[in-house]
């Protein structure tokens, strides 16, 4: 079997995801890049809490099967995309989780209003509408993320969460702020406006960060 380490992280992370809630049964997909042409993936059609490492699928970065005895996600042109494009993705999560896909549903971006907002490095945006499960979802994703400024995640029109990282912790953490930050946003317009922080304050707070 190929990439049993790979395969191994893949499905851990999986599996918190779907102990946060962020993902359940079969909805979202994770994948990991392994080489430079190969990609490990969930597959379709099989909840989460049956999967096992054999069921993830390798597949090339045109989404064709390498090694699996399954189909890969329907998502699979939105990760193959990404990876083609993002040299230095290494790691792509999709979820459904639900404050998030709430604010996706009325187009509404995600200010950063606390530090839980930094997740993506700035206001969360959300990408053009895309039928899901085609490539036109990941090219939506990319022209999103590219900013200003640059962000490593966006909320999907109608659908979910798509988050870039540089391995698959990085991604699972960034998926799972970003769903902190829409609900922080969401409760805090339940009492009245937040104020959102300025690029400076946002600044102050990274130099801060990243000293430590
Ligand atoms: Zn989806």
């Known amino acids: 079997m190929l990439y049993e380490d790979a395969r191994k992280a893949l499905l851990k992370c999986v599996l918190r995801l779907c102990q946060k809630g962020l993902v359940q049964?079969?909805?979202?997909?994770?994948?990991?890049?392994?080489?430079?042409?190969?990609?490990?993936?969930?597959?379709?059609?099989?909840?989460?809490?049956?999967?096992?490492?054999?069921?993830?699928?390798?597949?090339?970065?045109?989404?064709?099967?390498?090694?699996?005895?399954?189909?890969?996600?329907?998502?699979?042109?939105?990760?193959?995309?990404?990876?083609?494009?993002?040299?230095d993705v290494k790691a792509v999560a999709h979820t459904h989780s639900p404050y998030a896909l709430a604010f996706?549903?009325?187009?509404?971006?995600?200010?950063?209003?606390?530090?839980?907002?930094?997740?993506?490095?700035?206001?969360?945006?959300?990408?053009?509408?895309?039928?899901?499960?085609?490539?036109?979802?990941?090219?939506?994703?990319?022209?999103?993320?590219?900013?200003?400024?640059p962000v490593m995640g966006t909320l999907l029109k109608n659908h979910g969460v798509l988050v870039t990282g540089g391995n698959l912790s990085h991604a699972y953490s960034i998926a799972c702020r970003i769903e902190m930050a829409a609900k922080v946003f969401f409760l805090a317009l339940q009492i009245g406006e937040p104020d959102i922080l300025t690029d400076d304050q946002i600044k102050e707070i990274r130099s801060v960060y990243l000293r430590k």
């Open 25 to 87: 049964f079969n909805s979202g997909n994770i994948s990991v890049r392994v080489s430079e042409e190969h990609l490990v993936i969930t597959p379709t059609g099989i909840s989460y809490d049956e999967m096992s490492e054999e069921d993830l699928v390798v597949i090339d970065l045109n989404g064709s099967l390498v090694e699996g005895k399954h189909k890969p996600s329907s998502e699979t042109p939105m990760h193959a995309t990404i990876y083609k494009n993002i040299h």
């Open 104 to 149: 996706a549903t009325v187009g509404k971006s995600i200010p950063v209003i606390s530090t839980e907002g930094l997740a993506v490095r700035g206001p969360i945006p959300v990408a053009d509408y895309a039928c899901p499960g085609t490539a036109a979802q990941g090219w939506a994703a990319i022209k999103a993320m590219k900013g200003p400024p």
